[in-house]
């Protein structure tokens, strides 16, 4: 039987996914406790019509509940009469506020107009779900089609090896770590271009900056060493079945140094036929 188990940011997409999943034939099951997934599949597989896909969302509505996730998402990895996907969806603060504002609904933890500490308690209480996850899209910046596309690649390609999606993120280390973040990045070795002042008020996106971060040895031995690193580690994390990295590369204000790398390294995985999104979280 196969498995999916949505989770992920509310506002982020989970009800476009549940309906991708129906019209590929998945029974869905929206809202479930975790420990109540279970005996649904021993009892959808005990009758005399069987269950052959189903998908199950579970997230933040599922409160105290939650609790169960973990001991029911390793027993469904355990099961070999299951073949067991885990989906997260996520978004960033700025779309999440822009989503709710406009459907004008409350957030699940709050009876109070959505901001950033509601969007960033509903990550930690999460963020062992994520880790858990073995796909995670990122819907900030998708169409309702693009979205689409984005699932069928996973969940219709059959070839896993290709659907690996490495998430590129710059920041600022003065406005705290990226709770989402695999890995975690520290570019304030490399000489900062703020201190060059016909470089200060631009951006990492801007070429002139760019070359001058890019430029330095100090950055092209890092970026050769960094690359070749992610190249390795990625069938590892294929092999443990996860399909998705995050790496937030991170400088002193997440203006230019974190930006010029985050930009260099999506480039040179993309050239690579790569499946990669960017994102620059003090630029958004």
């Not at 693009?146 to 999606?165: A, H, L, R, V, W």
Request: charged residues 30%.
């Amino acid at each position: 039987m196969e498995v999916v188990i949505i989770t992920g940011l509310s506002g982020a997409g989970k009800t476009k996914a549940v309906e991708w999943f129906e019209d590929k034939g998945y029974y869905c099951v929206d809202n479930i406790p975790p420990a109540l997934i279970k005996n649904f599949i021993e009892l959808s597989m005990a009758g005399t019509k069987k269950i052959k896909k189903a998908a199950f969302v579970t997230d933040i509505r599922g409160g105290d509940f939650l609790a169960d996730a973990r001991a029911v998402i390793e027993s469904l990895k355990n099961d070999e009469n299951i073949s067991f996907k885990m989906l997260f969806i996520e978004a960033s603060n700025e779309a999440l506020i822009r989503r709710y504002k406009e459907t004008r609904r409350m957030h699940p933890l709050s009876n109070r107009p959505i901001n950033d500490a509601i969007i960033e308690e509903e990550k930690k209480i999460l963020s062992d779900l994520r880790t858990e996850a073995n796909y995670i899209i990122d819907t900030s910046r998708m169409k309702v089609s693009e979205f689409g596309d984005e699932m069928s690649k996973i969940f219709e390609s059959g070839n896993e090896g290709k659907t690996f999606i490495l998430n590129i993120m710059s920041f600022g280390f003065k406005k705290g770590l990226p709770q989402e973040a695999d890995w975690v990045v520290d570019a304030r070795f490399i000489p900062n271009p703020y201190y060059v002042q016909s470089l200060r008020k631009l951006t990492g996106n801007n070429k002139k900056v760019a070359n001058y971060v890019l430029g330095k040895d100090v950055t092209k031995e890092f970026l050769n060493r960094y690359t070749e690193l992610i190249r390795r580690e990625i069938p590892n994390y294929i092999k443990e079945g996860k399909y998705s990295l995050t790496i937030a590369i991170g400088c002193t204000g997440g203006q230019h140094r974190s930006v010029a790398l985050a930009n260099e390294i999506a480039r040179i995985f993309r050239e690579e036929g790569r499946r990669v999104t960017l994102e620059h979280r003090e630029l958004s």
